[in-house]
């Protein structure tokens, strides 16, 4: 049985599990899940969410500083936030609260 996805919003904050490991290559990062001995890359965009997310901000704020860092729409940008935190939790890489 697979879980139903938890919902994901701009409301929500989300922190890197204490079970990750961060390594920095370049401009990227790859993360080390240490439950499952999983490695995860992240591109720089990617990289930048974890750092933003890593600080606390909640995800409205992260939404908010990457608007000023990248030349997207808004909704673009927070439709791939939210994504690529959906998966990151799916991996259990993150807890939303």
Do not use: N
């Not at 899940?33 to 990289?47: C, H, K, N, Q």
């Not at 997207?72 to 991996?91: F, K, T, Y």
Request: aromatic share 4%; with cysteine.
């Amino acid at each position: 049985m697979t879980a139903t996805p938890q919902p994901v919003t701009l409301a929500h904050s989300v922190h890197p599990s204490d079970e990750v490991l961060k390594q920095e290559v370049g401009d990227e990062v790859v993360l080390l899940d240490l439950a499952s001995e999983r490695y995860f890359g992240l591109d720089p965009v990617g990289t930048r969410i974890w750092e933003l997310m890593a600080d606390g901000a909640a995800l409205a704020q992260v939404h908010a500083v990457l608007c000023t860092e990248f030349e997207a729409e808004p909704e673009r940008i927070q439709e791939d936030l939210l994504g690529l935190v959906r998966e990151l939790s799916a991996a259990g890489l993150v807890r939303i609260d």
